[in-house]
């Protein structure tokens, strides 16, 4: 999915780049395209953290997290006769 996300983003880079040289117009984008690009990403971070919160993606760091850590096994010393 994200090799196809980015050859559909890359085409439509080249696209548009290829345009706007071609036809010698300058492009910058208005304060509300960049605020919505803004909230896109903002609400990604939003799922991210709900999922990490509310579903068990990291189960095993939260049942570690409340348990004292154990102590490392020391090897025995063996004395022969």
Known sequence: MLVILGFIANRLNI?????E???????I??????VVTMAIIAFGFAVFHN???????????EESAGEAPKPVPRPQLVESD
């Open 21 to 27: 040289a071609g036809s010698g117009a300058h492009y």
């Open 29 to 34: 984008p208005k304060w509300t395209e960049a």
């Open 51 to 61: 999922a990490v919160k509310y579903l068990p993606i990291f189960k095993e760091a």
């Open 15 to 19: 696209s548009i780049t290829g345009m």
